[in-house]
């Protein structure tokens, strides 16, 4: 991790399976040395957020869905990584991932996306697994589609 003094930066991510096809969003960072690349929905913690309050929260703002805390139950995954927020700045960051099942395919709603995602969102897509490991675009994080495997099985 680095050596710097700032506070970790905390981060929720909800994978959304319907089926076996999971959602994804193609982004594009303002931060040139971050690829374009395909990842869950989710985000930043809000100060005083739990993981759980901020992977509910960012569900409803990137996809619209609407879920009680209860609906998400405890985090699948977890990762701790070294980021890069802006050029140059390397921050350790922590990051739970949370699964909802949903019955089929949707369209996400982008009534509430930040000005940020408005630009850096490209496009979603509902991934098979066999679709994501066969995929030669960028992914985050790289190893997607063996926690995936693991995680939906």
Request: glycine share 8%.
């Amino acid at each position: 991790m680095t050596s710097s003094a700032s506070p970790i930066i905390l981060k929720s991510r909800v994978i959304v399976a319907a089926g076996d096809r999971t959602l994804l969003f193609y982004t594009a960072p303002d931060v040139p040395s971050n690829p374009v690349r395909w990842l869950t929905p989710g985000g930043h913690l809000e100060a005083g957020e739990t993981h759980l309050d901020g992977a509910v929260r960012e569900l409803f703002e990137e996809t619209g869905l609407v879920v009680e805390p209860g609906g998400l139950g405890s985090p699948v995954w977890a990762r701790d990584f070294v980021g890069e927020p802006s050029p140059g700045v390397l921050r350790d960051y922590h990051e739970e991932y949370y699964l909802l099942r949903v019955d089929e395919p949707f369209d996400p709603i982008a009534d509430n996306w930040t000005p940020e995602e408005v630009v850096d969102v490209q496009a979603w897509r509902w991934f098979t697994l066999a679709e994501l490991s066969s995929s030669d675009d960028a992914v985050e994080p790289d190893d997607l589609a063996a926690v995936l495997a693991r995680v939906l099985s």
